[in-house]
């Protein structure tokens, strides 16, 4: 490989998403899913150093009591300062930095550290994220050797969602995610600045259950292809159409059958403050856009009031 550089470190933010349309399709012989998606990052997320050649001394920005790390082999090494972050090939930064070295050749050894932001289990992206956080790092220190297209194929095989967050703005996804379609300029910003509200309960919710639990129900629990092309057709064509008629995600359907805890506090949310709260992906972190006027403190004291103090909570925005 040619053009190698000589930038030898990175600071790479990685967004959380939420999924604002999500209409599972239908299994495919490989035993993926097919879905239509609209996808939004937002503004808020984790944050990935990245140092290539001999390892640097500690910066102190993570307290050493705090770190966890593993040594992965093959001068690839990984930090994060939660310790239920895995640091095997399970995590998708170390699968992308494999990857990334067999597609370029690069050798040089480096080493990751994540500030994690977003939790796991959450249906927010976050693994993926950061895999593509990794991606985009490496791109950058081996002297960008990947075509836009080489790196969004290197992206898909990393994981099934992670080519959307190569393009840091409203997309469409389809096939098992690795189709990304950015959204029309129009359509994305009535997106684009819309205030949400991230909110989760103290337990995640596995994405491979979740679709078992959907293919279990099949056909019943599938969106028809042609009724969810149409409906993102339908709000394409109404510029006047807000966001939150696009909403729908029909993973609601196990994970509201199991969790009731969800469909209960949504329920809550729409009779008391009028919002239009969703799940996100899978799960089991859910969101509502926000009016300007909405009285955020007290949603969040109803939310922590349903689910317990540790529930997670944040304003952000779509990106």
Known sequence: MSGFAAVNSAVVFAPAKINLFLAVT???????????????????GDT????SGERRAESGEIEP?????????????LECDEACVPGDETNLIVKAARLFREATGWREPVHFRLEKRIPLGAGLGGGSSDGTAALRGLDLLAGHPLAPAALAELAARVGSDCAL????????????????????????????GRRVLVFKPDFGIGTPWAYQRLAAEAPAGYVPAAEAE?????????PSAPAEQLLGNNLERPAFA???ALPALLGELRNRFALAPQLSGSGSACFAFLPDNA???EIAAAIRAAWGEAAFVLPTAIS
């Open 65 to 77: 009591n705090a770190a966890a790390e593993a040594v992965t082999g093959g001068g690839i090494t």
């Open 26 to 44: 239908g299994r495919r012989t490989d035993g993926f899913h097919d879905l239509v998606s609209v996808v939004a990052p937002l503004a808020w």
């Open 258 to 260: 199991k969790f009731i």
């Open 295 to 297: 009285p955020v403190p």
């Open 165 to 192: 967050f190569l393009h840091g703005a409203p997309v469409v996804m389809r096939g098992r995610g690795e189709r990304v379609a950015a959204l029309p300029a129009a359509a994305a910003a009535r997106l684009r």
């Open 230 to 238: 149409a409906r993102l057709a339908a709000w394409l064509a109404d």
């Open 48 to 51: 990935l150093w990245i140092d």
